[in-house]
């Protein structure tokens, strides 16, 4: 089991990158969203739904599936809290199918890098292209390539309450240079008053992609007209120094 995001992952997840925290990437995705063609909006692997409130609080008609339970509670939590209503199922990127077309589908945060099979990777960019709407544009964001060339183990914390700790333990284990996957042992571990009352132990893969590869990949999947931005200004080419690459992607007019 891999990117599993069980019950320590998603508590972590939620305090770190909660509702609304933004890397510059929600104003992005709304400012881009807002000139899109109308309609729904689909965000496969939704998480805590960081991204998803905010848009549908601005009134951007967003629904999302998530593999993780734990993940998705979350999410829907987050919403009802609110009243917001949308529709919010578990499922994955690999398993994906509905009658619904959208106008959009989004994928911060670098979620897509999670399938670390190209085969499966490529199947998933084609049933993207096929749940679109004409028009419709596909917008996800990839990491720069050094983000997983790290070889440092990096342990974070957080105090959800008073004698409370969750720490957060990330042991690089492999680089596939063929591949282009890294694997890390995440160690999840809650301690309450310096006592160890759970661990839980993720292993985390991802594939990393080529600007230039991920852009013949979208085109083979029948995707045109590609806009790759980086630092969250759309339409400036990337640099080695940007965080973030965004790759905009639309489905043809023609049916
Ligand atoms: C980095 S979080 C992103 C969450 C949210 N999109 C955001 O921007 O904050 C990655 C999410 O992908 C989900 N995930 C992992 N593997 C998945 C898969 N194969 N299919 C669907 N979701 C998956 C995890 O459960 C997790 O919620």
Known sequence: MQNRYAKLAAWVYNLDKPVGRSFGDIEYYRMRLAACPRGPILEPAVGNGRMLVPLLKDGFPVEGFDASRQMLDYCIEECSQRRLATDLKL????GFTTEKRYAAIIIPAGSFQLITDTVAA????????EHLLPNGRLILDIDPINGFLGERVCVRSWTPADAELLTLTDTPVETDHIAQTSLSHLRYDHWRNGELIASELDLF??????????????????????????????GRAPTKHDEAITIEACRSAKP
């Open 91 to 94: 499922g994955t990127f690999e």
């Open 122 to 129: 490529m199947a998933v960019l084609r049933r993207f292209h």
């Open 205 to 234: 893969k991802l594939r990393w992609w080529g600007i230039n590869e991920l852009t013949l990949a979208l085109q083979a999947a029948g995707f045109a007209d590609m806009v790759v931005s980086g630092g969250y200004v759309h």
